[in-house]
């Protein structure tokens, strides 16, 4: 049964960037498409965007749209979410979960199952 | 898809049954999923499909529904049982989840 687990806490400035990863643990990702979201203090999780990590496609939430970029790497163990131009709006804990099964680059509908520990950002100055 | 949950916060005794609501604002046909979350965790899956319990589930939990309305039924309240949970829709891009209803010890 694949495991996700994800880098540590960060701490960053207003304006600065933030790169988490998230790993497979005890397998691969396989087929299937790797998404993040984020969740700020007594809000409900919010899409930014995902990945099929043995294509290299990602998708984005029109909101992240020019600030966040999905990467993984082709042999489907790894895949990281980087954000730029942070502020203090981004402070939240930060999910990688998995999504839909993909048969090449279509991916079927699919809920988020198995999801992250999570990793906090904090954007303080 | 904006996903609406109600109510916001259900207070309850343990045994008891809970009732939790959400509604979508066009129809997802039974691509919906529901979570629980317990402070400082991830969410974890306890619904799929609608009506499907994913492993390792309680029966107590129970998933109906299809369209723009469905329910979370848990039968009888354990002490583990509160925490907030939420529904998301995985019909459309973006995946959007509803804000919550927390159940809390009466």
């Known amino acids: 049964q694949v495991q996700l687990v994800q880098s540590g806490d960060e701490v960053r400035k207003p304006g600065s960037s933030v790169r988490v990863s998230c790993k497979a643990s005890g397998g691969t990702f396989g087929s299937y498409t790797i998404t993040w979201m984020r969740q700020a203090p007594g809000q409900a999780p919010e899409w930014m965007g995902r990945i099929i990590p043995i294509l290299g496609v990602p998708m984005y939430a029109q909101k992240f749209q020019g600030r966040v970029t999905i990467t993984a790497d082709k042999s489907a163990t790894i895949a990281y979410m980087e954000l730029s131009s942070l502020n203090s709006e981004d402070t939240a804990v930060y999910y990688c979960a998995r999504g839909g099964f993909c048969s090449g680059a279509t991916c079927s509908r699919r809920w988020f199952d198995p999801w992250g520990q999570g990793t906090l950002v904090t954007v303080s100055s | 898809i904006v996903m609406t949950q109600s109510p916001a916060t259900l207070s309850l005794s343990p045994g008891e049954r809970a009732t939790l609501s959400c509604r979508a604002s066009q129809s997802v046909s039974n691509n919906l999923a529901w979570y629980q979350q317990k402070p400082g965790q991830a969410p974890r899956l306890l619904i799929y499909d609608a009506s499907t319990r994913a492993t390792g589930v309680p029966v107590r939990f129970s998933g109906s529904g299809s369209g723009t309305e469905f329910t979370l039924t848990l039968s009888s309240l354990q002490s583990e049982d509160f925490a907030v949970y939420y529904c998301?829709?995985?019909?459309?891009?973006?995946?959007?989840f509803g804000q919550g209803t927390k159940v809390e010890i009466k």
């Open positions: 998301q829709q995985y019909h459309n891009w973006p995946k959007t």
